[in-house]
């Protein structure tokens, strides 16, 4: 079975914070795909980045960086210097490789505020 | 950029009332879903299209059905609302294949009275 895992369900933190959103994931596939969405108030989820795992590379795009470990079977989120526009739900997926592509596999989200 | 559009963004409907919502992509993508988020629930997807008149049930299919005559346009149809069925909708597009992201729209947050 496949689960992903988002343990935290709500993070506030002051403005130019740093701040770290945890996934930690399930699956018996040897080559997955691993998302982050974001979802703003105003509804629409935002693909941010898809990881594959025989990449472990750590990617950053600007202030946001993710941090990939298959030990640990993590695939966490940090927002360097935090601004209230990133203030919204995080959503982290996983699909295996041979599974439908329907069966795309959600976190809970993690709501984060960024209070100015 | 992919872009994926949504009939509306707010509907309020009667119970009992036959409910269509729209959703066209522009990215000629083989792969089209609906899923309906509530709190505490998260993501659910209702069906799935892969291809042109080709339909999946997802989790959640029971009181929907769907609609795939073109491949940019995938319809969700609410046969009889209900109040249950109170929520947001979310379209989403992907190309084929199971490495690809899904592109999703702005969500319609229905209302059933």
């Known amino acids: 079975a496949q689960k992903v895992t988002q343990a935290q369900t709500e993070i506030s933190v002051v403005e130019k914070e740093d701040v770290t959103l945890d996934c930690v994931y399930e699956?018996?596939?040897?080559?997955?795909?691993l998302f982050w969405y974001k979802q703003p108030p105003s509804g629409e989820l935002v693909f941010l980045i898809r990881r594959n795992s025989f990449d472990e590379q750590n990617e950053i795009s600007g202030r946001y960086s993710w941090n990939f470990q298959k030990s640990t079977s993590s695939f966490n989120f940090t927002i360097t210097a935090s601004q209230v526009v990133d203030s919204a739900v995080y959503f982290c997926a996983l699909r295996g490789r041979y599974s439908s592509a329907s069966k795309i596999i959600f976190g809970s989200g993690t709501r984060l505020s960024i209070r100015p | 950029d992919v872009k994926v559009t949504q009939s509306s963004r707010y509907l309020v409907k009667r119970t009992g009332e036959k409910v269509f919502l729209e959703c066209v992509q522009d990215?000629?993508?083989?792969?089209m879903f609906w899923y309906r988020q509530d709190p505490g629930l998260g993501l659910r997807l209702i069906y799935f299209?892969?291809?042109?008149?080709?339909?999946e049930k997802g989790d959640i299919p029971e009181g929907y059905s769907v609609s795939r005559e073109k491949k940019e346009r995938f319809s969700l149809i609410l046969e009889s609302a209900s109040t249950n069925q109170t929520s947001m909708y979310l379209c989403?597009?992907?190309?084929?294949?199971?490495?690809?992201?899904?592109?999703f729209g702005p969500g319609t947050r229905l209302t059933v009275t």
């Open positions: 699956t018996r596939d040897t080559t997955y795909y």
């Open positions: 990215m000629d993508h083989e792969n």
């Open positions: 299209s892969y291809d042109v008149k080709m339909k």
């Open positions: 989403a597009s992907s190309a084929g294949g199971s490495s690809y992201e899904q592109y």
